[in-house]
């Protein structure tokens, strides 16, 4: 595991332009995200009842109920609303593009090979690992059709007790874990599959080393959570303009963390593979 996340970063060295590019990408969502909050989000948080003005369980639950009759009478929130819907489904959509040039880059990394192979990538595998992208979205969905009935009371009480949302947390808990590790198996499946080594023998080192996999995709993915901890203790501790510039430049650093997690996992199943 150590050596497959020192490897990983020596890789981010061949990837620098990658990591630019998705910074200024990010930094585009993340403008579009601020006009979103500032324009439709903030206007409707004025108008929740202040526990300290009088606010009760009652007048929250009234609260929901307009915004529920906004949602399908107020032009301008259904505007706001369809306008975000497309730009996520943009996002989901260019996701599984990034990570195909990402993966097709490591390929030819470890070849031997040195250039811009990024958009060749995206072009060549872009659609391949979009349908491993959609497989992946309807088995984290999957298990909300047995888990959504189970707590759907828990979710109608919480509107007049919000700690009531506190029992849900073991639930989340183990709906994440389950993401996870269908998340890590199928990575390597997708390494398999853009390499010609076959997806399932891929699936077979992922569970053979899913200890090693896990620990690394836990160890890189908490210094991305500490990176948008860092961002969201500052924006509430020093509202301002330090908060604005941690948060203007919190995304390079977490897409660094986010590519180097996903080198690390390639050099860690690429070290599994059988010696040509």
Request: hydrophobic share 55%; with cysteine; aromatic share 16%.
């Given at each position: ?45 004025l108008r929740y009842p202040n526990e300290q003005a009088g606010g009760s369980g009652i007048s929250r639950l009234l609260?929901y109920i307009e915004g529920q009759f906004s949602l399908s009478s107020d032009p301008y929130i259904q505007r706001w ?196």
């Amino acid at each position: 595991m150590r050596v497959s996340i020192t490897r990983g970063f020596h890789s981010m060295k061949e990837q620098f332009y990658i990591l630019i590019l998705l910074f200024i990408y990010r930094l585009l969502w993340g403008y579009f995200m601020y006009g979103f909050v500032r324009d439709a989000i903030i206007p409707i948080l004025l108008r929740y009842p202040n526990e300290q003005a009088g606010g009760s369980g009652i007048s929250r639950l009234l609260f929901y109920i307009e915004g529920q009759f906004s949602l399908s009478s107020d032009p301008y929130i259904q505007r706001w609303l369809w306008l975000l819907l497309a730009i996520s489904v943009l996002k989901l959509l260019l996701s599984p593009f990034i990570r195909a040039g990402l993966i097709h880059e490591l390929h030819q990394e470890s070849k031997g090979e040195r250039g811009l192979f990024f958009f060749p990538g995206m072009k060549l595998y872009g659609l391949p690992i979009m349908i491993f992208s959609l497989v992946e979205w309807l088995l984290a969905l999957l298990p909300l059709y047995w888990v959504v009935p189970r707590v759907y009371k828990l979710l109608i009480s919480s509107f007049l007790d919000y700690t009531l949302l506190l029992r849900l947390s073991p639930y989340l808990l183990v709906w994440l874990i389950y993401i996870f590790i269908i998340r890590l198996c199928l990575l390597y499946m997708q390494f398999g599959y853009t390499s010609g080594t076959g997806m399932f023998y891929s699936l077979l080192i992922c569970l053979r080393n899913i200890i090693p996999a896990a620990a690394a995709g836990v160890i890189l993915g908490a210094g991305g959570f500490i990176i948008l901890l860092l961002s969201g203790v500052t924006g509430i501790l020093s509202p301002g303009l330090p908060a604005l510039l941690i948060r203007q430049i919190s995304p390079l650093p977490s897409t660094f963390f986010k590519m180097w997690g996903l080198a690390a996992q390639y050099h860690l199943w690429h070290s599994k593979l059988p010696i040509k």
